[in-house]
């Protein structure tokens, strides 16, 4: 049984936000009320089985109604390679953990994070630790905040 059926009863209306990187997932969580977004932690990607285990585990601590997963689009609106892995792995993500997934446009995420750490004081060492968290973030700020406007 999948986390999302097992724990049907506790579902919560937060959204868990996804930055699928090669090598990281940048993983962020809303509230309950889904005002504010709060990076969660960087999961360092070893296998696709590994990888579901972790999430699965991120999923049973909050409960969220929803997984969105940052999607890079091309300058001209398609779809390149990056974006169909993205797609397949989230594909086996929304199978394996019973949960609906939705896509939201990363463009510039990684970036605006990169920049929001420098501004911030943070140094190149540790910013390389948590940027995938920061996009995540930044991802689920402005789709919480595309749904209340």
Do not use: C, H
Request: proline fraction near 2%.
């Amino acid at each position: 049984m999948n986390a999302a059926a097992k724990n049907q009863d506790e579902t919560s209306g937060r959204t868990i936000s996804l930055d699928i990187g090669t090598k990281t997932i940048g993983v962020a969580v809303s509230d309950e009320l889904g005002i504010t977004a709060n990076g969660v932690r960087t999961i360092n990607r070893e296998s696709e089985k590994k990888d579901l285990a972790e999430l699965s585990g991120i999923i049973e601590q909050y409960y969220p109604a929803e997984i969105l997963v940052g999607l890079p689009y091309n300058q001209d609106g398609s779809l390149g390679t990056r974006a169909q892995n993205i797609k397949r792995f989230s594909k086996k993500i929304e199978n394996s953990l019973g949960l609906p997934v939705k896509y939201w446009d990363e463009s510039f995420s990684t970036r605006s994070a990169e920049q929001t750490l420098i501004e911030a004081g943070i140094g190149k060492k540790k910013r390389k630790t948590v940027i995938d968290k920061m996009a995540a973030t930044i991802i689920l700020e402005e789709y919480l905040l595309s749904k209340r406007t």
